[in-house]
């Protein structure tokens, strides 16, 4: 059976940094296996915030290994991101992790992907799984149309794409940076 599960958004407004994901985690298409799974987390002394889309055990490998990029690259999120998806694509156990991550500090977000793809994204917004859609274009209309922080924006948006996708529930964490 396949897991299915996460919607996890980035906000990046005013020099502050959010990253918020929902709790559920599905498996195959009609069991929800959990509630209040913590999908975000934080690495290299707090500096920098990760959530994940996929499988759990692959995520928090690719966790550890970004962990040990910042480190080896003296918290240079881009750096560490770029080689990360270099090792990611090209080390024939890591190739086959099945993740999507968002990695940001409080001047920049990425998404890093296996096929060894490091994206900034233009807006100052990031969304990822299977409600990351909604969850984008609730984030992207609420940055351009209110006056709500980052933080305030990833739970609203989170929330709303709650309400939409199946496979994302309203157990919000939101992580908060800078």
Excluded at 63 to 77: A, I, S, V, Y
Excluded at 83 to 100: F, I, N, P, Q, S
Excluded at 133 to 148: E, M, N
Excluded at 157 to 171: Q, R
Aim: net charge negative.
């Amino acid at each position: 059976m396949t897991l299915r599960s996460t919607t996890i958004i980035g906000v990046l407004k005013d020099g502050k940094g959010a990253l918020a994901g929902d709790g559920q985690v599905t498996f195959g298409e009609k069991v929800i296996m959990k509630h209040g799974a913590k999908k975000v987390r934080r690495l290299h002394h707090g500096q920098v915030l990760v959530g994940f889309a996929g499988a759990t055990a692959d995520a928090f490998t690719l966790f550890e290994r970004l962990e040990n990029k910042l480190d080896e690259f003296r918290g240079q999120l881009t750096r560490a991101a770029v080689e990360l998806a270099k090792e990611w694509r090209t080390d024939r156990v890591l190739r086959r992790l099945d993740a999507l991550l968002i990695a940001m500090n409080d001047q920049q977000m990425l998404i890093i992907s296996g096929n060894g793809d490091v994206i900034e994204p233009d807006s100052g917004v990031a969304a990822i799984g299977s409600g990351g859609p909604y969850a984008l274009a609730a984030a992207t209309a609420l940055l351009q149309h209110t006056d709500l922080s980052a933080k305030e924006i990833a739970r609203n948006a989170l929330s709303i794409a709650s309400e939409i996708c199946v496979y994302t529930n309203d157990e919000i964490t939101v992580e908060e940076i800078g």
